[in-house]
């Protein structure tokens, strides 16, 4: 099974960077995700990291540590709209399903 | 852009029903889901159907749900006799081969038993 922890909540000014940290426990590892997920709407897909490092995509990035099962998603040049829940998803070795961390909600304030 | 379509958006059953949220998947994908979220909760795996079955369910997924591709672009979700505490947001989503594109998720069913 998976045990997936992230931080419940995090604040932060409109133009800042915030790094919402994920960790994890896995019988088996094939992929960790980042989703963006507004207050009554489906998650979006925003990075998805295998091997270890740093993947960056415009505004966002995301870093995977395998050895420590560890990764984050940092966000950068805060916007108003970027205020929502960031869910973190391993990937089982095994089969395609994703299990999902409870989510941080992510405030951003002028 | 590719989109997973669900229907209906709003479903509400009294309890003991049945109810069909239905889907269709992303054309080219190959592996479909369904997920349930309830308020205020993480979003939690249900089942996984690839190749015209079953591969993996959760142990929600018990005896009172089911999941068909009855033609080549629907996938339903069933729920035989409703409980109160199956409210939840219902989400299908779908993956090609490697899931790299990431899994796309469709806008959800709220379905709320009374």
């Known amino acids: 099974g998976q045990n997936i922890d992230q931080p419940t909540e995090m604040t932060a000014t409109e133009g800042a960077i915030v790094q919402i940290n994920c960790t994890y426990q896995?019988?088996?590892?094939?992929?960790l995700f980042w989703y963006q997920q507004h207050a009554g709407e489906a998650p979006t897909f925003l990075s998805y990291n295998v091997l270890d490092g740093l993947e960056e995509k415009g505004r966002f990035s995301s870093f995977l540590s395998r050895s420590k099962g560890y990764s984050y998603l940092l966000l950068k040049e805060l916007q108003m709209k970027d205020s929502a829940s960031y869910l973190c998803?391993?990937?089982?070795?095994?089969?395609?399903?994703?299990?999902f961390g409870a989510g941080t909600t992510v405030t951003v304030r002028a | 852009e590719p989109e997973v379509t669900q229907t209906p958006s709003h479903q509400v059953t009294q309890m003991g029903q049945e109810v069909i949220l239905r889907c269709v998947p992303i054309s080219n994908h190959l592996y479909f889901y369904w997920y349930r979220q309830i308020l205020g909760q993480k979003v939690e795996f249900l089942v996984s159907?690839?190749?015209?079955?079953?591969?993996?369910k959760s142990e929600i997924f018990d005896d009172q749900f089911s999941v068909e591709r009855p033609d080549g672009s629907n996938f339903t979700l069933k729920i035989r006799s409703t409980k109160l505490e199956d409210s939840a947001m219902y989400f299908c989503?779908?993956?090609?081969?490697?899931?790299?594109?990431?899994?796309?998720f469709g806008s959800g069913t709220r379905l709320t038993v009374v």
């Open positions: 159907f690839y190749n015209n079955e079953i591969s993996e």
């Open positions: 989503a779908s993956s090609d081969s490697g899931g790299s594109n990431g899994y796309t």
């Open positions: 998803a391993v990937r089982d070795r095994n089969d395609y399903k994703l299990s």
């Open positions: 896995t019988s088996g590892f094939n992929g």
